[in-house]
């Protein structure tokens, strides 16, 4: 039997991908408020109407957070990212650390493997902003500075799948992480997996990777 040709998408499809398109590139970052309806329309090429649909249809799936009387916002930057923020909402920190467990563990591994001279600059730099943020008593730049740790060892994996699953926890992963207090208790961990992954060794990495999320404080 032969197969019925594929209908053409539609215009409220049309204007969801150009939408998912600006989250892609980055134009559309988590927290952006989106161009009005009118503007929208004109450079996606469609209708108000059409461009109402899209936006209701990414609501609906918590990319987009409508605003009564504001505006709207940029919720998450793909749908994942979104379902995995939603998730992590409803659970409690020996959840959420296991599942950097699964992550985690894996991705220093792929890191050893896969990291490239430009990871490990990035790398070298998220440690070096830690141990300043601990000199200088500074817990907001402690915290940016572990999360932008562990989102490029993730990043050095070299998996986007990986990388979008791994975005939707940073929020909660941010809220989870207290200042340094006067020392960084876990300041040996972390240099353990950046050596292990400067090393190559994907074995020691995954093992770095797990002692330290071990030490992380329920």
Not at 43 to 51: E, I
Not at 140 to 154: K, L, M, P, S, W
Request: charged share 25%; proline share 4%.
């Amino acid at each position: 039997m032969p197969l019925a040709p594929a209908a053409p998408a539609s215009l409220v499809d049309q204007a969801i991908d150009g939408m998912r398109d600006l989250l892609a590139s980055g134009e559309w970052t988590v927290g952006t408020r989106i161009p009005p309806e009118p503007e929208l329309a004109a450079a996606l090429g469609v209708s108000r109407n059409t461009v109402r649909e899209a936006v209701k249809a990414l609501a609906h799936v918590g990319v987009l957070e409508v605003r009564r009387g504001d505006g709207t916002y940029v919720a998450a930057t793909t749908e994942v990212q979104a379902l995995m923020r939603r998730q992590c909402e409803r659970v409690d920190i020996a959840h959420l650390l296991e599942v950097r467990h699964a992550i985690e563990v894996q991705a220093a591994a792929l890191a050893a493997r896969r990291r490239t001279d430009a990871d490990l600059a990035v790398l070298d730099a998220t440690i070096a902003r830690r141990r300043a943020a601990v000199d200088s008593g500074d817990a907001a730049a402690f915290v940016d500075a572990d999360v932008e740790f562990h989102v490029a060892v993730v990043a050095a994996a070299h998996n986007p799948l990986l990388a979008e699953l791994y975005d939707g926890l940073v929020e909660t992963l941010r809220a989870s992480i207290d200042g340094p207090g006067d020392a960084d208790d876990l300041a040996r961990e972390h240099d353990a997996v950046l050596a292990a992954i400067r090393a190559g060794d994907a074995a020691r990495a995954a093992e770095a990777g797990a002692v330290l999320l071990d030490h992380v404080p329920r």
